[in-house]
């Protein structure tokens, strides 16, 4: 094979799979994080919520997908959120554990 051709597989291997997601339940217990961004989103289980987290010490964000009971958030209810952030003072999302199967979130100022 030519050297175009392996700078060619070189690139095409190194192409990132998207944007990776986390179940809500993978941050730790009880600690809040800063929400950067809130955003509906399709899933092969219908809309779903996913919310950009600041990482831990100034580390990568998380993206993490919310039950989809949140999904019946409304877009006003998501821009608002959304504008919080922007301004400057964003809402905390803490996730709290579970109850049975259920998993319980906290969203506050």
């Known amino acids: 094979m030519a050297a175009g051709g392996d700078a060619l597989l070189h690139e095409f291997n190194a192409l990132d799979l998207g944007e990776r997601f986390q179940s809500v339940s993978t941050l730790p217990e009880g600690v809040p994080h800063t929400l950067l961004n809130i955003a509906r989103i ?3 289980h219908g809309m779903k919520l ?3 987290v ?3 010490q100034g580390g990568e964000d998380i993206v993490v997908i919310l ?3 949140f999904s019946t958030l409304s877009d006003d209810d998501l821009s608002g ?3 919080c952030a922007d ?3 964003p809402y905390s999302l803490a996730f709290m ?3 049975g199967n259920a998993f319980k979130v906290k ?3």
């Open 42 to 44: 399709p899933t092969k």
């Open 50 to 52: 996913k919310a950009r």
């Open 54 to 56: 600041a990482g831990p």
């Open 67 to 69: 039950p989809s009971r």
């Open 81 to 83: 959120i959304n504008a």
């Open 87 to 89: 301004a400057g003072h």
């Open 97 to 99: 554990g579970r109850d």
């Open 107 to 109: 969203l506050s100022m």
